[in-house]
């Protein structure tokens, strides 16, 4: 095996020992000892890859992204117009509910950390960012299409975050409260109404 690919699967041992450690023990009590002995691998190779716990994290923060990502683009290649690429990503909740399984509730933890963690700020003031981005890229499109008409793109970005944000939170805490489905598509619908209709 050469050398690079010695080096990415280690890196992959070292992430799936990690996630798995978040995710039965919490971060508190994981550690780095703690990860190097259930990948099978020196302190010295961790610290070749990541250079602290935090990173570790990060870097499993940018995979599930990824993976979610993935399934955006999807969406967006299949729907004829942005309300319809929204309608598909509010009715495909569960599907995100279900790949993500034990992550949402790692990324709650991590979340909490980010106050004390610089690592685990940084990529969450990222991800925050990266999906603005993403929610102010697809208005504009609709803008551009002729099927929204939103007169503050930036701020409304923020808002479709937030709702998008708070219902996933809320399904997280309390999934069997409400039809989580069900209500993401009715609150992005109503979104939807309200920027073709001049009104944000």
């Not at 950390?113 to 990222?126: H, L, Q």
């Not at 793109?153 to 708070?166: C, H, K, T, Y």
């Amino acid at each position: 095996m050469k050398q690079q690919e010695r080096s990415q699967e280690t890196r992959s041992h070292i992430l799936a020992a990690a996630e798995q450690s978040f995710a039965e023990r919490g971060y508190d009590i994981t550690s780095v000892d703690s990860i190097c002995r259930a990948a099978g691998v020196s302190k010295g190779a961790f610290y070749h890859h990541f250079p602290s716990k935090g990173a570790v994290f990060a870097a499993l923060l940018d995979e599930w992204l990824n993976n979610l990502d993935t399934q955006l683009a999807a969406m967006r290649a299949s729907a004829a117009s942005i309300p319809l690429q929204v309608a598909a990503m509010a009715s495909s909740v569960d599907g995100i509910y279900r790949v993500a399984g034990a992550q949402w509730n790692i990324l709650l933890e991590f979340w909490a950390k980010a106050k004390v963690d610089p690592a685990v700020a940084r990529s969450s003031i990222e991800m925050l960012r990266r999906y603005q981005g993403y929610f102010r890229e697809l208005l504009e499109r609709g803008q551009r299409e002729g099927s929204l008409h939103v007169a503050d793109i930036d701020g409304a970005s923020v808002l479709f975050l937030s709702v998008v944000l708070g219902l996933l939170l809320q399904g997280i805490l309390d999934p069997e409260g409400q039809d989580w489905r069900t209500r993401m598509q009715q609150s992005l619908s109503m979104l939807m109404t309200m920027m073709a209709g001049r009104n944000v």
